[in-house]
């Protein structure tokens, strides 16, 4: 076996120069994580804004929504009412006519 002892200046060179470039990369990296720490807090608040104005713009919605409900029930109340109307008028109008209808079958003047 051949075992070389080294001395501690020369594991200290060794050492420094190895783990330099590594300390070197690790300082990068956290470089790195520092800003994408930044990006993230930064989607995340424009996350909210977002968030937000789509809860106000779904509650816009809604209105819209209750308020087009809204006519379409006062619609639709409307349109009964003016079926009634025209039931009425189409009774007043016939019930003549067939007494007239009646009067030329029959043959009476």
Known sequence: ????????????AFRDGEFEALRSDVRELQVDVRELQVDV???QVE??????????ELKAVNLRIDHLTDKVDSLSKSVD?????????????????MFM????LVGTN
Do not use: C, H, N
């Open 1 to 12: 076996m051949d075992e070389k002892y080294v001395t501690k200046v020369e594991f200290q």
């Open 41 to 43: 807090r930064e989607l």
């Open 47 to 56: 996350f909210v804004s977002f968030r937000e104005e789509v809860r106000g």
């Open 81 to 97: 009412k003016s079926m009634r109307v025209m039931m009425w008028i189409a009774g007043v109008y016939a019930v003549p006519m």
């Open 101 to 104: 209808l009646v009067k030329i």
